[in-house]
C-alpha cells in the first residue's frame, strides 16, 4: 500500500485537499464511529495463538500472564486482533507510514541526540504503510480503556478520546498550510511542553509534568547500567534473572560452549554494516563484555530479544544495546503493503520516516538462531532518557492533557509521511470525526473486555497456559 504522499505529489495543494474530500465517498467521518463484531470475525484467541506459534514457548505463557493483569494490559497485546478488525471495513485510501500500535503508552519523552528532552513514538514493531485512521483508531480506544480502568464516567472517557482526536484533527490543519521542510523539521521538544504548560494546565498538573520531566532524564545507560549488571571474577556482567533476564551462554547447548564470543561478535558485525561511517566509528572504543536474553513488554513477550553489554574506557564505561526480534508487522495481511527482505530494517525505516529524532544506534541485522532458524531484528540503546506516561495515576484533565499531546504527536508522524493536505480536508473543519471516533472507542472497549474475558476463559478452561512474572 504506498503511501499517498507519493500518489499526490504532484498536484497542486487545491487538487491534493480535493483528493482529501473525495474519500469521504469510499468512507465517510462517520462511519468511523462503528464497530461491530460480526459472525465472520475470527476467534481473537485463534489470532493470538497463531501469533505465539512463532515465538519461544516457554515464554508464551508469561505473555498470556501479562495480558491478564486487566483489559488495558490486554489491548496492548491485542495489536494483531485489532489488526484483523481493522483489516475488513472501509477505509480512507489516505496512507501514512503507521505506527501500527499506537496505544497510549508506545508514546513517551525521548532524549534526542543533541540531548534535548522531545515527546515521541516509541514503538515501531508494527510499522507499516495504511490508512491513517487505524493508527488514530488504536490510539483513540486505548485512552477509553484506560479511562474505564480508572473508575471515570462515559463521559469523563468520551471527552478524553475527542481531546486526542481534535487535537490530531487540528494540527493536521496546521500541516496542510505549512511546508515541507518546516514539516520535517516539527518537533514536540521540551518548549513545546512548556508552552503548554503555561496556556492550559493548573499547578498541579504543572507540578507532576515537571516531575515527569526530571525522572526522565534519570532514566539513562548508566541507571540501566547499575540495575542490570554485577562485577564478576571475570568482569563486569550482565546479572541473569530467569527467566526474565538469561545468560547467553546458558542457553547455549553443552556442545557450544566456548564458542559464545564468536557467536555474538557475528551478531555486532552485521548489524555495524546498517550503521553510517561515523557511528561505525563511534562503535569501535567499544568492546563487547556480555549478552543475555531479556523478556520485554506485554505484546512483545516470546520474541528474541537480546541485550547486548558493551565497554569503552573501563568498566564504569558501558552501552547497552538491545537487539529485538522483528517479525512481520500484523498489518501487513491488511494492507498488500510493501515487502522487505528484512523485517528488522522495516522496522528501521519506519522508525526513521515518522520520529523526528532517531536513536544514534538504531540498525538491524540478519541472524542465524541458536535453533538454527534465521531470524531478523533490529538494534538500538536499552535506554535513554525514556520517560514512561503512568495512566493509572491520572485523573481525568491530566488524561485529557495526555491525549493532547499523544494526538498532537500521531498527526506529527503522519504529516511526515503521508499528505498532511488530503488528510486535513477529508477531517474538515468539524468535529464530526472526533465524535465519530468517541463511539467507535466505546464500542471497541466493549469488545476489548470480551476478548480479555475470552482470554481468561481460555485459560480456566485449559486451551492456554498464563504465568504471572
Known amino acids: 500500500m504506498a503511501v499517498t504522499s507519493a500518489f499526490t505529489a504532484s498536484l497542486t495543494p487545491a487538487e491534493r485537499a480535493a483528493y482529501g474530500r473525495q474519500a469521504r465517498t469510499r468512507a465517510s ?10 459472525k465472520e470475525r475470527p476467534d481473537p484467541i485463534e489470532v493470538i495463538e497463531r501469533q505465539s506459534a512463532t515465538r519461544l514457548p516457554e515464554l508464551v505463557p508469561i505473555r498470556y500472564g501479562r495480558m491478564l493483569e486487566s483489559p488495558f494490559r490486554f489491548y496492548r497485546g491485542a495489536a494483531s486482533i485489532m489488526a484483523t ?32 528532552l522531545v515527546f515521541d ?15 488514530v483508531k488504536r490510539l483513540a480506544a486505548s485512552f477509553a480503556i484506560a479511562g474505564r480502568a480508572n473508575g471515570f464516567s462515559v463521559k469523563e472517557q ?10 490530531y484533527r487540528q494540527r493536521m490543519r496546521t500541516f496542510a498550510g505549512m511546508g515541507t521542510l518546516d514539516i520535517w523539521y516539527a518537533q514536540d521538544d521540551a518548549d ?27 532514566r539513562t545507560q548508566l541507571q540501566a547500567f547499575a540495575k542490570l549488571t ?29 564458542d559464545e564470543e564468536k557467536e555474538l561478535q557475528i551478531v555486532l558485525d552485521g548489524y555495524k554494516r546498517t550503521l553510517s561511517s561515523e557511528r561505525r566509528h563511534l562503535l569501535r572504543h567499544y568492546h563487547l563484555a556480555d549478552m543475555a536474553r531479556k523478556v520485554v513488554g506485554v505484546g512483545s513477550v516470546g520474541t528474541r530479544c537480546w541485550i547486548v553489554l558493551l565497554l569503552g574506557r573501563d568498566d564504569s564505561d558501558p552501552l547497552l544495546l538491545q537487539a529485538k526480534e522483528a517479525q512481520e508487522s500484523v498489518l501487513a495481511a491488511h494492507t498488500g503493503g510493501e515487502r522487505y527482505d528484512n523485517q ?7 522508525q526513521r520516516l515518522i520520529q ?9 541485522t540478519h541472524v542465524v538462531g541458536l535453533d538454527g532458524r534465521e531470524r531478523d531484528f533490529y538494534v538500538r540503546q536499552l535506554k535513554d532518557w525514556k520517560g514512561i506516561a503512568r495512566p493509572d495515576t491520572m485523573d481525568p484533565g491530566m488524561l485529557r492533557l495526555f491525549a493532547q499531546l499523544c494526538g498532537a504527536s500521531l498527526a506529527r508522524a503522519h504529516a511526515r509521511s503521508g499528505d498532511p493536505v488530503a488528510i486535513a480536508a477529508y477531517l474538515g473543519g468539524s468535529d464530526r470525526f472526533d465524535r465519530a471516533l468517541a463511539e467507535f472507542a466505546q464500542a471497541y472497549a466493549d469488545q476489548n473486555e470480551r476478548d480479555f474475558e475470552a482470554l481468561g476463559a481460555a485459560v480456566a478452561s485449559g486451551r492456554l497456559r498464563a504465568e504471572s512474572l
Open 29 to 38: 467521518r462517520s462511519c468511523h464511529g462503528w464497530f461491530e463484531a460480526g
Open 344 to 350: 528488522g530494517r522495516r522496522v528501521v525505516a519506519g
Open 230 to 258: 554485577r562485577m564478576t571474577a571475570e568482569g563486569r556482567r550482565i546479572a541473569p534473572d530467569p527467566p526474565l533476564i538469561t545468560p547467553f551462554q546458558d542457553l547455549l547447548p553443552d556442545s557450544s560452549e566456548g
Open 85 to 116: 478488525d481493522l483489516g475488513p471495513v472501509p477505509n480512507t485510501g489516505l496512507t501514512a507510514q503507521l505506527c501500527g500500535d499506537a496505544h497510549l503508552l508506545n508514546f513517551r519523552l525521548l532524549a534526542s541526540p543533541e540531548r534535548h
Open 158 to 167: 468520551n471527552g478524553t478520546v475527542r481531546t486526542c482526536v481534535r487535537a
Open 192 to 218: 513545546r511542553l512548556r508552552e503548554l504548560q503555561a496556556s492550559s494546565m493548573d499547578k498541579e498538573t504543572r507540578r507532576r509534568t515537571a516531575e515527569a520531566t526530571t525522572r526522565a532524564r534519570t
Open 121 to 135: 513514538i516509541n514503538d515501531f514493531d508494527e510499522t507499516l504503510a495504511g490508512p491513517f485512521e487505524w493508527d
Open 356 to 364: 523526528t529524532t532517531s536513536d544514534i544506534f538504531l540498525g538491524w
